[in-house]
């Protein structure tokens, strides 16, 4: 944890801002409360929005005056994404994004109390929810829930001690063993793509942590983002995130079935989010808060300085020019602080985009970008193409010559590929040895085009340990109204083909 000291009864621990205030420093705390409070508003000033017009029926118009307050209900041990604060207020992410649901719809939402992930599943069941902040759809839960579409997307990551290397063949390791959250819907998805994993299912993540940092579990597989802040909360410092998935979770707004007019309301708030503001909601990773500490037992003690300073004023006159001088100290503090907290915010967001190996895009960026791209292909009536490339044989690599030079081969090649693309094109790490690159403006042979000139350059390449390696690659143009997993899984087959056709080629689906 960060600890910044800014003078006399003030520092920074982390994201929480400490004052305290003494009664022989009354004047001068009361300046610097005020000035912090000025600071910290400003820092955490945000653009106010304004209430559009999301397409409302009349009929839901009427339902949602009708029905008043909603009931919100929320996992509370899933912070920073979603949770409640002490006082059993909605806090998390997800909150940021219900104060804008709240103005769009122009109706009040209250949080009940929900124990954990399970008694909020009950309580969804018997109707004491009328809406789920973040949730997975699935065919079991759509019996009692509606769906929006998906508002934010979380991919798995695993979380291991810094002495145990993860790659993704770990998971079909025989006898490996990995925890996760029970009732997670990732259990399905992880047993459908690794059908040999062992997953021991615990309560929480913090049980889930402790068992890896006791060794008991080889890793802990939960969502990106979440995993690393239980890292930091609970200072378990032999821990890391260190490798990742190529699953997601896909979080919607679920709403109780048996009043479809809630449900088609909350999908066009979801469908009017503002993506600026949605940027802004993920890159909020440090929040600073004020909290006072005064010792009341020493109330009479001040009364009898203040009266103490009528009297010698010689000794007040220089205890306020000392006083002066410390003031202007903690200003010059205080503006090295910001300065510090801006530069860490900046390392946070891209530590969040880019894939820590490579350093070029990582997962969550690339499907923030292939989202966009569709949106603006939608807008401009322009193609744009993917292309989905994945180095043949990259075990081989790791099994001669070890991970390490398997590690320097991957950052060859994506800085080969990086280099060889334009400038419009985004490439990021899709996950292992897999790579994706989006082709704005780029039709089905401009992409086959660039696929096949990648495909030469990696084959003339020589990678470290003077390997020659091959690469393949499928490619495919979006197609109108197709949504971001169709268009994945068609370029996933072309690239299979390519595989099964012999390795080291173009294939176009």
Not at 130 to 146: H, M
Not at 352 to 367: E, Q
Not at 439 to 466: H, I, M, N, S, W
Request: charged share 30%.
């Amino acid at each position: 944890m960060l600890i910044y000291k800014l003078g006399p009864g003030i520092q920074v621990k982390g994201t929480v801002l400490y004052i305290n205030i003494r009664p022989r420093k009354a004047a001068k705390g009361l300046f610097i409360t005020l000035f912090a409070g000025v600071f910290l508003l400003a820092m955490n000033a945000t653009a106010a929005q304004t209430t559009d017009d999301i397409g409302l029926t009349q009929a839901e118009r009427d339902y949602l005056k009708t029905k008043k307050v909603l009931r919100v209900c929320v996992d509370p041990d899933r912070l920073p994404f979603d949770g409640v604060d002490g006082d059993r207020q909605h806090a998390g992410l997800s909150k940021d994004y219900f104060d804008i649901f709240s103005r769009m719809l122009a109706v009040e939402m209250v949080v009940p109390e929900v124990q954990d992930w399970n008694d909020l599943i009950s309580k969804a069941k018997s109707r004491e929810c009328d809406v789920v902040s973040q949730i997975n759809a699935s065919e079991k839960r759509k019996s009692f829930l509606d769906f929006t579409t998906p508002y934010f997307y979380l991919p798995l990551a695993v979380v291991t001690r810094y002495d145990r290397i993860f790659v993704e063949e770990s998971l079909e390791g025989a006898g490996t063993q990995f925890a996760v959250i029970k009732g997670d819907i990732a259990i399905d998805k992880l047993r459908q793509r690794y059908p040999s994993v062992v997953l021991v299912e615990v309560k929480n993540n913090i049980q889930a942590m402790e068992l890896v940092y006791e060794g008991e579990v080889f890793g802990y597989i939960g969502a990106q983002g979440a995993v690393a802040f239980a890292i930091q909360s609970l200072n378990l410092n032999k821990l890391a995130v260190t490798g990742s998935l190529p699953l997601r979770y896909e979080l919607s707004v679920a709403t109780r079935n048996d009043e479809p007019l809630l449900g088609s309301a909350f999908e066009k708030a979801v469908l009017h989010l503002d993506p600026k503001e949605g940027q802004s909601i993920r890159d909020k990773w440090i929040a600073i808060t004020i909290e006072k500490v005064t010792d009341y037992t020493l109330l009479w003690l001040t009364l009898l300085i203040l009266g103490t300073v009528l009297v010698v004023s010689l000794y007040w006159n220089r205890y306020l020019a000392k006083a002066n001088r410390k003031i202007l100290d903690t200003l010059k503090d205080l503006n090295d602080v910001k300065a510090q907290l801006e530069e860490q915010n900046k390392m946070f967001k891209r530590q969040s985009i880019t894939d820590a190996l490579t350093g070029i895009y990582n997962r969550l960026k690339l499907d923030e970008d292939l989202s966009y791209a569709i949106k603006r292909s939608k807008r401009t009536k322009n193609d744009f193409s993917i292309i989905l490339l994945d180095i043949d044989n990259f075990k081989l690599v790791n099994d001669r010559f070890g991970h390490l030079v398997g590690d320097e081969v991957l950052k060859a090649f994506s800085s080969l590929i990086a280099s060889a693309i334009r400038e419009t094109d985004i490439v990021g790490r899709w996950g292992g040895e897999e790579f994706l690159i989006i082709c704005p403006d780029t039709d089905l042979q401009g992409g086959k085009k660039l696929a096949e000139q990648l495909r030469k350059r990696v084959e003339e390449y020589e990678f470290p340990e003077k390997q020659q390696l091959n690469a393949s690659l499928g490619v495919v143009v979006h197609e109108d109204t197709e949504k971001a997993d169709a268009v994945i899984a068609r370029v996933d087959k072309a690239l299979y083909r390519a595989k099964e056709q012999g390795r080291n080629r173009v294939e176009a689906g």
